[in-house]
């Protein structure tokens, strides 16, 4: 199983930035999949996730409002848009994928994801 993110980058507070992760060698249609972050100097931090039957789930605190998490099973592909970015939002970003088809809800939680990319690096400027 491999997870490609992609997507991260440069850009000023307020600004948006779009986050795509292809996956192979899953049965991707029928996985739950996450996004979660690490800032420097902090733990992994949960950020949004999309069920198989698309219910999605957001961090209250930093994500609800302003990211947007998505999935195309055609193409592969789970999207998290991020607009009104802030400073504290910098952070690597990775993409997860469940591993158990049909697991049930989504999780916040990354024991529950089995498969990991390799993460990809946002950067907010004040």
């Known amino acids: 199983v491999q997870l490609q993110a992609s997507g991260g980058g440069l850009v000023q507070a307020g600004g948006s930035l779009g986050l795509s992760c292809v996956a192979s060698?899953?049965?991707?249609?029928?996985?739950?999949m996450g996004w979660f972050r690490q800032a420097p100097g902090k733990e992994h931090e949960f950020v949004a996730a999309?069920?198989?039957?698309?219910?999605?789930?957001y961090h209250p605190d930093s994500a609800k409002g302003r990211f947007t998490i998505s999935r195309d099973n055609a193409k592969n592909t789970v999207y998290l848009q991020m607009n009104s970015l802030k400073p504290d939002d910098t952070a690597v970003y990775y993409c997860?994928?469940?591993?158990?088809?049909?697991?049930?809800?989504?999780?916040?939680?990354?024991?529950?994801?089995?498969?990991w990319g390799q993460g990809t690096l946002v950067t907010v400027s004040s």
């Open positions: 999309i069920n198989w039957d698309g219910g999605v789930k």
């Open positions: 997860a994928a469940d591993g158990t088809p049909y697991s049930g809800s989504s999780s916040t939680s990354m024991n529950r994801y089995k498969y």
């Open positions: 060698g899953l049965t991707f249609s029928s996985n739950a």
